[in-house]
């Protein structure tokens, strides 16, 4: 067929070249869209970040996430596939291209944001790490743990923060050290160990789980600072802007007071930060990928990020752990959002 103009041949090549580039689009939400479903990767199971129900549903903080990622990417908060993964295997499952997002109680350090290939930016948890004894043990205080077994799971910052604080403080111990969460907590309330060491949400949900929840207790200290952040694979700066923002996004609701059954009723508000969030002015899902209504959808279906916290962890939830440092940054906390515009 002959092209009979330079317009013509213009059209022609736009459309093959579009063709092509829609075919070709490898980046981690045109493969999302490709595929339908979002893959979230979360733990094997801890009580208020990502734990299945009685009818195989996930629930927890880091669940409601990536049911608020689903939404705002594919507008639907159902689709979402949640990816169990150990502490040990989650950094090649998102290498490999397994999950498209690690929202899995996994504390930012140096090494996993270089070595390991991933981005984190946004802290949907700020923790620190401490110990679980026996309440009828006699210890106090984790000064007083010098020569006891440690209940460690492999692959976690645990680890090298038990290591890290014992050789500081003088003391020895015995790590004895499990694949899965689920392990370590079981061998620990079996006996194998004196103490069972991990992020003080963990040892609070964990805790509430055993048999005889009082007859454990947590010691005062915190060791380490455990700030668990969403992971996303290095090289997609959309990709990563986006899952950040998401977490922003909840903040900022969060501080105007906008929840999930009231979010509907904003848009019609003046207020400009509020009109750019819901999409009623400004681009900003489009300088994300995404359409104007990206963080509506988003608040529909989890409302905002207290509402996630005290559902999950907080006054609403068995575990009852008060926000602190979670809290909002105008509230005594370090949860904090940057400017929408």
């Known amino acids: 067929m002959k092209i009979r103009s330079w317009s013509a041949a213009l059209t022609a090549l736009s459309i093959v070249y579009s063709g092509f580039a829609h075919a070709e689009d490898t980046s981690t939400l045109g493969k999302i869209h490709a595929r339908g479903e979002l893959n979230c990767g979360v733990g094997t199971g801890l ?9 195989g549903n996930w629930q927890g903080l880091d669940a409601d996430y990536c049911r608020a990622l689903a939404a705002a990417v594919l507008g639907d908060p159902a689709k979402v596939k949640f990816v169990p993964l150990t502490a040990k295997d989650r950094f090649a499952a998102i290498q490999a291209g397994q999950v498209d997002v690690l929202a899995r109680t996994t504390t930012w350090t140096l090494s996993r944001d270089t070595a390991n290939g991933l981005d984190f930016r946004a802290v949907n948890y700020y923790d620190g790490q401490g110990f679980l004894v026996r309440a009828d043990s006699g210890i106090k205080s984790a000064s007083e743990l010098d020569g006891a077994s440690i209940c460690l799971t492999q692959g976690s910052t645990a680890e090298l923060n038990t290591s890290d604080y014992f050789r500081a403080q003088g003391m020895s111990y015995k790590p004895v050290t ?19 060491s991990n992020d003080s949400s963990a040892l609070y949900g964990e805790r509430r789980r055993m048999s005889e929840p009082d007859q454990h207790m947590v010691l005062p200290e915190i060791i380490s600072r ?29 501080a105007n007071d906008i929840k999930r059954q009231t979010v509907d009723s904003f848009l019609t508000s003046e207020n400009p930060e509020i009109r750019r969030l819901l999409g009623v002015e400004g681009n900003t899902g489009e300088l994300l990928g995404v359409d104007k209504a990206w963080a509506l959808r988003a608040i529909r279906a989890v409302g905002n990020y207290g509402e996630m916290f005290e559902r999950n962890l907080g006054s609403e939830s ?24």
């Not at 068995?318 to 904090?336: C, D, E, F, T, V």
């Open 318 to 341: 068995s575990l009852k752990i008060p926000r602190n440092q979670n809290a909002l940054w105008n509230r005594g906390g370090l949860q904090y959002a940057p400017p929408l515009r």
């Open 226 to 254: 455990e700030p668990l952040a969403i992971g996303v694979l290095h090289g997609d700066s959309q990709w990563s802007d986006l899952t950040t923002w998401l977490h922003f996004a909840l903040l900022i609701a969060e």
């Open 178 to 196: 499990f694949a899965t969460s689920s392990e370590t907590v079981k061998a620990y309330e079996s006996g194998r160990c004196d103490s069972y």
């Open 47 to 55: 009580a208020g970040f990502a734990l299945p129900d009685a009818d």
